[in-house]
């Protein structure tokens, strides 16, 4: 199994232009979320899905937007990037809510100059 | 509100000794709580969990970790260090379909 695939694993932006983080799980996952990572602030959840068609706000989904038309796909658009979201995006699932865990995929890393 | 605290954002240990990093927690009921480490340029990776039972639970790596109702922790620990296992700690806890989780511990073993 592939796990969780996240692509690209490295993207420069400039400010004001959009993108899509991809997120891609093969393992039949019910629940998947995007977390970003920054020095000394951990994880902090952007937005997440508990499945198909179902998403809602994490801690900063400010400038971020999801969908999750498949169960196997949670792809994450920053509508108008800004230096404030250059970070590292996780994609993570997880088969059920409590004591599963997640699966995270490896990354990718997001500057926005 | 549940949450999870990580004292230390970074723990330096000589290799070959032993190794403990800190949570502690806040939640209600009885509670889950989880391990992650995560490598250089690498997603996390679940080291080990805890749910009900024998209050030592033990993961992968070696790695163990020790969970006090009284004293709300779940430190992780190890009897002998690698220089291997140098890397980012998280600490987490689930709250519904979300999980919350620490603010990281840098481990550093020296060789």
């Known amino acids: 199994n592939a796990g969780v695939t996240q692509t690209p694993k490295f993207q420069v932006l400039k400010t004001g232009q959009s993108m899509t983080l991809q997120c891609a799980q093969d393992m039949n996952h019910e629940y998947m979320s995007w977390y970003r990572q920054d020095p000394g602030m951990g994880l902090r959840l952007i937005h997440y899905?508990?499945?198909?068609?179902?998403?809602d706000q994490g801690e900063v989904p400010n400038g971020y937007n999801v969908s999750r038309s498949t169960t196997e796909d949670f792809p994450l658009r920053l509508l108008s990037a800004a230096p404030s979201q250059t970070s590292v995006y996780f994609c993570?699932?997880?088969?059920?809510?409590?004591?599963?865990?997640?699966?995270f995929g490896s990354g990718t890393r997001l500057t926005v100059v | 509100a549940q949450s999870v605290a990580q004292p230390e954002d970074q723990v330096n240990v000589a290799e070959g000794n032993p190794l403990t990093v800190k949570c502690t927690y806040s939640v209600s009921g009885n509670p889950y709580l989880f391990w992650y480490v995560q490598y250089p340029n690498r997603g996390l990776q679940f080291l080990l969990k805890?749910?009900?039972?024998?209050?030592l639970v033990k993961g992968s790596y070696g790695f163990e970790a020790e969970f006090n109702k009284s004293q709300t922790s779940f430190h992780l620990k190890k009897p002998s260090a690698l220089v291997s296992d140098s890397a980012l700690y998280f600490c987490?806890?689930?709250?519904?379909?979300?999980?919350?989780f620490g603010t990281g511990t840098r481990l550093k073993v020296l060789a």
């Open positions: 987490a806890v689930p709250r519904g379909y979300k999980y919350i």
């Open positions: 899905s508990v499945g198909a068609g179902i998403t």
């Open positions: 993570a699932s997880s088969r059920r809510q409590g004591g599963y865990g997640y699966t």
């Open positions: 805890y749910i009900t039972g024998d209050n």
